[in-house]
């Protein structure tokens, strides 16, 4: 079939991620993207170390940053994000802010990090307790918390697995079963620490069965990455993506200086009642539509009931 006439494919926005070396989550990223938004992804260089601090401030370092973003570079992102939430708060609320500007310098287009994004999302939502649920070990949690605490965040409970390897292998399960543990006191928000950790169908049924708002460390880098430029990421049931972005910055009359006067050619014709809208006539004669029957749509404020996440496979059950 000759499909030349459709004059090739839509243009795609692009958004930059750098992620470590070990990210086996790129699959999960995407799901986040509307349709006209392309991921742009690199890794940075191999070590042989295995997850812990040492991990996280290697792949944090502000020269390996700046060479990651300078390779995104040439396809043109028009945000970055560094999706590592261990690498960006290892050094603390201003470690986190020297990674972005670091990371601005070499690209020159607006950057972020899961650390900061976290943060960015927990004032969204007026959240300042949160429950925690990491893959860490006890030393990396901890470490988290400490950022957290700097930032003015309380954890009112936790949960950790103390893995060093292999987190992307975790299941569903293991996340909701930490969860549960780690909401123990009054909190305003849960949050699923570990960009290679699987979240994106738990979160909604966290959400229904806690009765708080949910965040993962994917869930609000993309978030946050999108919402840099106007744009909306894709997530059913998920409480932080139900408001919209906010409108992208537009200059005042004065900078735009004097608008010139529309040619002839291209004013909207003078309307004064409903016959003089094109097309209007045309709908008239169409025949009626059947409506839709059953459909209940969810009120406003109103939890709705997610679907129940895929089950483990066999595979994942026995993640070692």
Known sequence: MDVSFLGGPQPQRGVGVVAPFDFALDREL???????????????????????????????????????????GASEPEVIAYACTS??????????????EAMNRAGEVPSLTTSGALLEALEELGAKRIA??????????????????EAGVTVTGRAFLGLTRHIWKVPYR??????RQAVVGAADALFISCTN????????????????????????????????????????????????PPARHMPTLERMGEIPEMPEAHRIPEISGIGDIPGIAEMER????????????VQPGEWAQPSQPDAPTEEQEGWT
């Open 30 to 72: 995407w799901r986040w993207m509307p349709d006209e938004i392309s991921l742009r992804l690199t890794r940075t260089p191999y070590v042989p170390v295995e997850v812990s601090l040492d991990l996280a401030r290697l792949v944090s370092e502000h020269e390996t940053l700046g060479e990651a973003v300078m390779a995104l």
């Open 87 to 100: 690498g960006s708060f290892v050094g603390g609320v201003v470690g986190e802010r020297a990674m972005c």
């Open 132 to 149: 925690l649920v990491t893959p860490y070990t006890e030393s990396v949690t901890e470490s988290l918390e400490e950022y957290l605490a």
């Open 174 to 179: 293991s996340v909701v079963d930490m969860a």
């Open 197 to 244: 950790l699987p979240t994106y169908d738990a979160i909604p049924q966290l959400e229904a069965e806690l009765r708080m708002p949910v965040l993962s460390a994917n869930q609000v880098t993309m978030w946050a990455a999108l919402r840099r430029i106007g744009a909306h990421a894709v997530g059913p049931y998920q409480g932080l993506l139900l408001n919209p």
């Open 286 to 297: 169409m025949e009626p539509v059947q409506h839709l029957q059953d459909v209940h749509p």
